[in-house]
């Protein structure tokens, strides 16, 4: 079992920036794929960005590329997602998965094909 666990969500006005993190812990994330998703109220999650296992790739959300940035410190077994110049649109729990891959260098991101989820973070962007 991975437990995951979501901090660094709050209250930004337009143009702002947070620095979201996912702590995992039972077991090393390094033998996850991990991602970041985003539900908004009434809509379905959404993928926003995913890293591979060894960090080597990565992969966005067109709608949050040049934005976004995804890393992971596999010591720290830790996850990040640095979001910036934000719109009122990115507001959403932000929720962070992960999904057991063999291969190192894929990124995942379809929801449906992740193992665990942490309970979400709370981005709220105001105007």
């Known amino acids: 079992q991975v437990q995951l666990v979501e901090s660094g969500g709050g209250l930004v006005q337009t143009g702002g920036s947070l620095r979201l993190s996912c702590a995992g812990s039972g077991r090393t994330l390094s033998m996850y794929s991990m991602g970041w998703f985003r539900q908004a109220p009434g809509n379905e999650r959404e993928f926003v960005a995913g890293?591979?296992?060894?960090?080597?790739?990565?992969y966005y959300a067109d709608s949050v590329k040049d934005r976004f940035t995804i890393s992971r410190d596999n010591a720290k077994n830790t996850v990040y997602l640095e979001i910036s110049s934000l719109k009122p649109a990115d507001t959403a729990v932000y929720y962070c998965?992960?999904?057991?891959?063999?291969?190192?260098?894929?990124?995942?991101?379809?929801?449906?094909?992740?193992?665990?989820w942490g309970q979400g973070t709370q981005v709220t962007v105001s105007s």
């Open positions: 998965g992960a999904s057991l891959r063999l291969a190192t260098m894929l990124v995942v991101s379809t929801a449906a094909m992740y193992d665990y």
């Open positions: 890293i591979s296992r060894n960090g080597g790739n990565k």
